[in-house]
């Protein structure tokens, strides 16, 4: 199985900052990567599929790069809605990362 | 409107039985894959199982922690996803949402619908 590790668990941010969120895959997962957006209560939304490409509607803040085994999640100016739990996603086999939790400094 | 509906969560007795339902409307059904993703109280997110669509062969593949118990199932006339679990343990507790595929163009979530395994 495919392991994803996700880091931070926890990124704790102001509005306007630069946040980079990191994903690894335990084997090469070549560009098979999504992210997703999660706020409580909510079902994910999908962010970026095939590590870099953003979803129609989502904002141009947000912006995914990596191939392989490293990819990163960057969102160039958080705003205030941006405060939720990120996961990344690889579907080459199939699993998610533990989760980073964007909260408010 | 592309919808994903879930139903028939509910209480449930560890080894017991549940079947949930997804309703599908708003896209070409047989020509989408299909996943089911959970979600423990408070934890991340766990893939449970994909369906691949009818015309890329509709094979099936689950997590390791669901094999055997779990199975998925489609009706194409009915634009419907089902997953029934049997053998059901504490550790199955949680919301279950249907998903299209992250490969698919067809990108949407269900709301989702809550299992509780508990004696």
């Known amino acids: 199985d495919i392991q994803m590790t996700q880091s931070p668990s926890t990124l704790s941010a102001s509005v306007g900052d630069r946040v980079t969120i990191t994903c690894r895959a335990s084997q090469s997962v070549s560009s098979w990567l999504a992210w997703y957006q999660q706020k409580p209560g909510k079902a994910p939304k999908l962010l970026i599929y095939?590590?870099?490409i953003l979803e129609s509607g989502v904002p141009s803040r947000f912006s995914g790069s990596g191939s392989g085994t490293e990819f990163t999640l960057t969102i160039s100016s958080l705003q205030p809605d941006d405060f939720a739990t990120y996961y990344c996603q690889q579907y080459d086999s199939y699993s998610f990362g533990g989760g980073t939790r964007v909260e408010i400094k | 409107e592309v919808q994903l509906v879930e139903s028939g969560g509910g209480l449930v007795k560890p080894g017991g039985s549940l079947r949930l339902s997804c309703a599908a409307s708003g896209f070409t059904f047989i020509n989408t894959w299909m996943n089911w993703v959970r979600q423990a109280p408070g934890k991340g997110l766990e893939w449970v199982g994909r369906v691949k669509s009818v015309i890329d062969g509709g094979a099936i593949d689950y997590a390791a922690p669901v094999k055997g118990r779990f199975t998925i199932s489609t009706d194409n006339s009915k634009t419907t996803l089902y997953l029934q679990m049997n053998s059901l343990t504490t550790e199955d507790s949680g919301f279950y949402y249907c998903t299209t595929d992250p490969r698919d163009t067809v990108t949407t979530w269900g709301q989702g619908t809550l299992v509780t395994v508990s004696s």
């Open positions: 095939k590590a870099s």
